[in-house]
């Protein structure tokens, strides 16, 4: 029954259902089974699909533009969004100690279940199927490209809207874990703190965690 809802959100009804649980299924909960080969699998396909569209889009811009614009589509706080508007996080199997982390530690395993989701579309489904998936999930990103758009990551961004309000750069204090980095920033007297895979993803969410909150009514 959680799966069939799933499904629907998703807009995809699996034949063999084990890919999905397979998607699904963060190391944290199985270290012998999980969602790791698919989320390699997915971000490969969700690269070549958006390049696709991005190079047959836009005729004549030049290959470092169209990398621009596909790095805005794929990154993590886009793939983060996503998984927020799936909610996500009520699907995948993790550990009791995983679960109880913060959202904002939970990140790096949206964007990887996300991926691995569309890794196993593939699987399912084939090469059209997955790619119908990938622009109706990104239609929103996708029809904001334009040519004109500055590209910017987390970091760059944040950085920016500091140095609007002439405040200094935030200090990234990146600590390596059993599972991967762990990332903390203090601004305006609060302290944000982010999981990623790797020290650049860590950082990039933990920025992206201190940007939602400067931009929203609470800073």
Same mark, same amino acid.
């Given at each position: 029954?959680? /799966?069939? #809802?799933?499904?629907?959100? *998703?807009? %995809? &009804?699996? !034949?063999?259902?084990? +890919?999905?649980?397979?998607?699904?299924?963060?190391?944290?909960?199985?270290?012998?089974?999980?969602?790791?080969?698919?989320?390699?699998?997915?971000?490969?396909?969700?690269?070549?699909?958006?390049?696709?569209?991005?190079?047959?889009?836009?005729?004549?811009?030049?290959?470092?533009?169209?990398?621009?614009?596909?790095?805005?589509?794929?990154?993590?706080?886009?793939?983060?969004?996503?998984?927020?508007?799936?909610?996500?996080?009520?699907?995948?199997? /993790?550990? #009791?100690?995983?679960?109880? *982390?913060? %959202? &904002?530690? !939970?990140?790096?395993? +949206?964007?990887?279940?996300?991926?691995?989701?569309?890794?196993?579309?593939?699987?399912?489904?084939?090469?059209?199927?997955?790619?119908?998936?990938?622009?109706?999930?990104?239609?929103?990103?996708?029809?904001?490209?334009?040519?004109?758009?500055?590209?910017?990551?987390?970091?760059?961004?944040?950085?920016?809207?500091?140095?609007?309000?002439?405040?200094?750069?935030?200090?990234?204090?990146?600590?390596?874990?059993?599972?991967?980095?762990?990332?903390?920033?203090?601004?305006?007297?609060?302290?944000?703190?982010?999981?990623?895979?790797?020290?650049?993803?860590?950082?990039?969410?933990?920025?992206?965690?201190?940007?939602?909150?400067?931009?929203?009514?609470?800073?």
């Amino acid at each position: 029954m959680v /799966l069939k #809802k799933f499904q629907l959100k *998703l807009g %995809h &009804n699996f !034949k063999d259902t084990k +890919l999905l649980e397979l998607a699904l299924m963060h190391k944290s909960a199985n270290n012998q089974s999980n969602n790791e080969r698919l989320e390699f699998l997915g971000d490969a396909i969700l690269n070549a699909c958006v390049s696709k569209y991005l190079f047959l889009k836009f005729p004549h811009q030049t290959e470092g533009l169209l990398t621009r614009m596909r790095s805005s589509i794929v990154k993590g706080e886009t793939l983060t969004a996503k998984a927020n508007e799936l909610n996500l996080v009520e699907y995948v199997c /993790l550990s #009791k100690g995983t679960s109880n *982390l913060s %959202h &904002n530690r !939970k990140y790096s395993i +949206l964007e990887g279940a996300i991926e691995s989701i569309i890794g196993a579309v593939f699987l399912d489904g084939g090469w059209e199927t997955v790619e119908n998936l990938i622009l109706r999930l990104f239609k929103n990103e996708l029809s904001k490209i334009d040519i004109n758009r500055e590209f910017r990551d987390s970091k760059t961004e944040l950085q920016e809207l500091l140095q609007s309000q002439k405040l200094n750069p935030p200090i990234y204090q990146t600590t390596e874990t059993k599972n991967g980095f762990d990332c903390k920033i203090e601004l305006k007297k609060e302290s944000f703190i982010a999981f990623g895979n790797s020290k650049r993803q860590a950082e990039r969410a933990v920025a992206y965690a201190a940007l939602s909150f400067l931009k929203s009514d609470n800073a």
